[in-house]
């Protein structure tokens, strides 16, 4: 079974230009989480859909986040205009059940923004 | 507010034991999971604790006190590659199961 993958691993642009993130869970599962973690900080969750709906999407920042996950399967995440504040690495997660107690995680996208 | 807290960094020798703390305060609280995550990889479930006591898994154990809003992992027959930064987190599972993480404890492992 594959593992939740995200894309691109790294990410380099300069404040104001726009990046996207993508991200696939595991087949199956219904649930997909963002998450951000500034360097040094804790992991702080940004939003989290059910299939294609979003559940939750008190943790985004500002209204230059934009998430979609249309038809349910990958999701991307639209940051745009960039700014600097917005570097660190963003995970997805996933998981099957909202009671499961696993999420499991991508390897994350470092982004950098200039 | 919801908080976590864990200490920053933890060093510890090779064959040694290993215990990272971590106190929370949470509203709505069902359990406490660690999460294993190696420099750029992807964060790993370790284990959850939903009642009090300690929980065995091979080399790593992890135990809950909800009286004391407290709960560790314990590594034991520290390895190299134990290095790696935990983190503690509550699932909110009346909140979709968001996942609420502490600041993150990096474990060095010395020869």
């Known amino acids: 079974e594959a593992g939740v993958t995200q894309f691109p691993s790294h990410s380099v642009i300069e404040k104001g230009q726009t990046v996207t993130l993508r991200c696939d869970p595991i087949?199956?599962?219904?649930?997909l989480y963002w998450y951000r973690r500034v360097m040094g900080k804790e992991i702080k969750f940004l939003l989290h859909?059910?299939?294609?709906?979003?559940?939750?999407e008190s943790g985004m920042p500002n209204n230059r986040f934009l998430a979609e996950r249309t038809g349910g399967t990958y999701s991307t995440l639209k940051v745009q205009p960039a700014e600097l504040e917005d570097s660190g690495v963003y995970f997805c997660?996933?998981?099957?059940?909202?009671?499961?107690?696993?999420?499991?995680f991508g390897p994350g996208t470092r982004l950098t923004v200039l | 507010g919801q908080s976590l807290e864990q200490p920053s960094e933890v060093t510890a020798v090779e064959g040694a034991i290993v215990q990272i703390n971590c106190t929370y305060q949470?509203?709505?609280?069902?359990?406490l999971s660690w999460y294993q995550q190696h420099d750029g990889g992807a964060p790993t479930f370790l284990s959850y604790?939903?009642?009090?006591g300690l929980e065995e898994t091979g080399r790593f154990s992890s135990f809950l006190s909800r009286s004391d809003s407290y709960g560790y992992l314990l590594l034991q027959e520290l390895q190299m590659k134990d290095s790696a930064s935990y983190f503690c987190?509550?699932?909110?599972?009346?909140?979709?199961?968001?996942?609420?993480f502490g600041q993150g404890t990096e474990l060095s492992v010395k020869p």
């Open positions: 087949s199956g599962h219904d649930n």
């Open positions: 859909f059910v299939k294609e709906s979003k559940q939750d």
């Open positions: 997660a996933s998981s099957q059940d909202i009671g499961r107690n696993e999420q499991f």
């Open positions: 949470t509203s709505g609280f069902y359990g």
């Open positions: 987190a509550v699932p909110l599972y009346n909140q979709g199961g968001k996942l609420i």
């Open positions: 604790n939903a009642l009090d």
